[in-house]
């Protein structure tokens, strides 16, 4: 499985974001400054390669801003071109035209004949255009900059995305640019709880989905999904709807051999991808197998909640704490994932199916708890104050705020002095808390890690 396609299929977050592009000449460095701006390797929403030359935009949360902003690397901007270029271009152009921002990126040492035709073209967008002056990376590079000032263009940043120089006064200078009056939050949202089966051949999955399928008031198995996917059916229990979608290995069980690679990885992906929820089946009496290892992984990375049903429960020898001496075993191999729901279940008796629907309507819940941001900020400060983060002399760091920037799957960013220096620990910490006092008992979730100098005390004013 290639760790590019784990990255880019996330769902979107937003819509009417406004949109801040990065244009100039080839080597400007426009690439370097989009991957500074977004600054960790995971962005909100990772970039997405589209065509080779196609912009390059990601879901990116500057200092400073409650809301994220669509960051664009037009990196296909060419003035000497072919006809490809010409395409690639035009649609550069266009994503020119209808940005919210332009940062008009020019390098400090090396300022050419295409760079002014450049600026003669934006002109018409000067308005809406900063010019950036990047490989900036002492006062005295600055100053030769300086005689474009010219061109006529108020705003003039001088950066370093190499190095970070005054990235800090450019993001301040892009929040004060920009409104979010569109923005509008569109994460996929449904009421349906979509869920995914999975577990090895065996396991019982036909038996659940049959059993699940027989509840009250089920709909049609086989039928063709909403949109992308082929779901295996829906049923309603307790007034909530559940689709199921394809479940990995089973429709091909008709011809299920024991060499069979059941798991088509991509149709794996795609499936965790659509789903809110993986019921990832183990047989209970023979355990762990590596394949729902993988897909723990898989589903957990995209923030999917999971819970562990072993199933063929009537078939464990009846001695007192076999349930607990088992969830031990599990918890013991997913150290991490101490936190998901492990049941108990019979698929063919009927045992434990209402806990396990319940618990995936609990988990559906947690993906979509919202968390003020004030609340969560007074909420960091308390865990701050009962435990500090560990302070050496030469290495001092100082967590600011935080806010939640995505429900289902559950994301946070928290914004802190040297977020470099933010150990794991005091990472897992911080996760642990949200975890345990917001309502996130039992789900993965995200936390990124920003560099800020405000405080929060300062962006309330
Ligand atoms: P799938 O390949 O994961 O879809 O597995 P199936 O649903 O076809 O089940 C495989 C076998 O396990 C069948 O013979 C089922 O009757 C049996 N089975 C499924 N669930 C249970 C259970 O909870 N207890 C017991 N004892 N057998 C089960």
């Not at 001088?158 to 929040?175: D, Q």
């Not at 479940?247 to 690679?261: D, L, S």
């Not at 936190?339 to 559906?364: C, E, Q, R």
């Not at 308390?382 to 559950?410: C, H, L, M």
Request: glycine residues 6%; without cysteine.
């Amino acid at each position: 499985m290639n760790e590019e396609t784990e990255e880019i299929t996330t769902r979107a977050h937003w819509q009417g974001l406004p949109v801040v592009a990065i244009a100039g000449r080839p080597n400007v460095g426009k690439s370097t400054l989009f991957n500074r701006l977004l600054h960790s390797r995971r962005a909100i929403v990772d970039p997405t390669p589209g065509v080779t030359r196609d912009p390059l935009e990601a879901e990116w949360l500057p200092d400073g801003a409650e809301k994220p902003v669509m960051l664009v690397d037009t990196g296909g901007l060419k003035l000497e071109r072919d006809d490809m270029d010409d395409l690639v271009a035009a649609k550069t152009w266009e994503r020119v035209a209808s940005a919210d921002l332009v940062l008009f990126l020019l390098d400090a040492v090396d300022i050419t004949p295409e760079d002014e035709e450049f600026a003669a073209k934006l002109r018409r967008y000067a308005s809406k255009t900063v010019v950036v002056v990047n490989k900036a990376d002492s006062p005295e590079r600055d100053a030769r900059a300086w005689s474009h000032a010219s061109w006529g263009y108020k705003d003039m940043v001088f950066v370093s995305a190499e190095h970070g120089r005054n990235i800090g006064e450019l993001e301040e200078l892009i929040v004060s640019r920009l409104k979010w009056t569109n923005a509008v939050s569109v994460s996929d949202e449904h009421d349906d709880i979509r869920v995914a089966i999975m577990g090895k051949p065996n396991v019982g999955k036909s038996t659940l989905l049959n059993r699940l399928l027989g509840a009250e008031r089920s709909i049609v198995s086989d039928m063709p999904g909403t949109t992308r996917d082929v779901i295996e059916g829906r049923f309603v229990w307790k007034g909530r709807t559940f689709t199921v979608l394809d479940t990995a290995g089973m429709r091909r069980k008709a011809k299920v051999t024991e060499n069979i690679e059941y798991y088509s990885v991509n149709r794996t992906i795609k499936t965790i991808d659509r789903a809110d929820v993986v019921i990832l089946m183990i047989d209970a009496v023979e355990g762990l197998s590596d394949q729902d290892k993988k897909i723990v992984k898989l589903a957990t990375d995209k923030g999917r909640a999971v819970v562990f049903a072993l199933n063929k429960w009537d078939m464990m020898p009846r001695i007192k704490n076999t349930f607990e001496a088992t969830k031990d075993k599990m918890q013991f191999f997913f150290a991490q994932m101490a936190y998901a729901p492990i049941l108990s279940l019979s698929a063919k008796d009927g045992d434990g199916v209402d806990t396990l629907l319940k618990t995936v309507v609990d988990l559906f819940v947690q993906l979509h708890t919202k968390i003020e941001t004030s609340r969560l900020n007074r909420a960091v400060h308390d865990w701050i104050e009962a435990s500090p983060p560990p302070a050496s002399p030469r290495a001092r760091f100082k967590v600011r705020y935080a806010v939640q920037t995505g429900i289902n799957p559950v994301s946070f960013a928290v914004f802190a002095t040297r977020p470099e220096l933010v150990g794991e620990s005091y990472r897992s910490y911080l996760k642990n808390q949200i975890r345990a006092d917001l309502g996130f008992k039992n789900v993965p979730i995200e936390l990124e890690l920003k560099a800020s100098r405000k405080r929060f005390e300062d962006l309330e004013k």
